[in-house]
């Protein structure tokens, strides 16, 4: 009898040890003028709360670029695609960080 609530308390200490996958949202660069840090807008619509029009519905996140080698080449442009991952704070603003580049823009 001990020995199932132990199996039992060991597999719920180590599910609840491990972490799920962080959120990911895909958006496009509209900033790039900081050292290793982006701004990205994700749009999305959503239903309206009360009336339920289909609304267009914008956030900007800063995201941590790893590989922005500033002031050398910007790998990073504005209009380019990305994915962005959630991940630990890495300052005031900054709890997102780029995963990879979906597409370049075309303008640049």
Request: proline share 5%.
């Amino acid at each position: 009898m001990r020995e199932k609530m132990a199996e039992a308390t060991e597999t719920q200490a180590s599910e609840t040890s491990t972490r799920g996958r962080p959120k990911t949202r895909v958006g496009i660069v509209t900033s790039n003028k900081m050292q290793k840090t982006v701004v990205v807008t994700v749009q999305r619509r959503a239903p309206h709360p009360k009336y339920g029009k289909i609304m267009s519905l914008r956030e900007k996140y800063k995201a941590h670029v790893e590989d922005h080698d500033y002031p050398k080449k910007i790998t990073i442009n504005e209009g380019d695609r990305v994915r962005i991952a959630e991940t630990k704070p890495a300052s005031k603003d900054k709890r997102w960080r780029v995963v990879e580049v979906l597409e370049k823009s075309k303008n640049v």
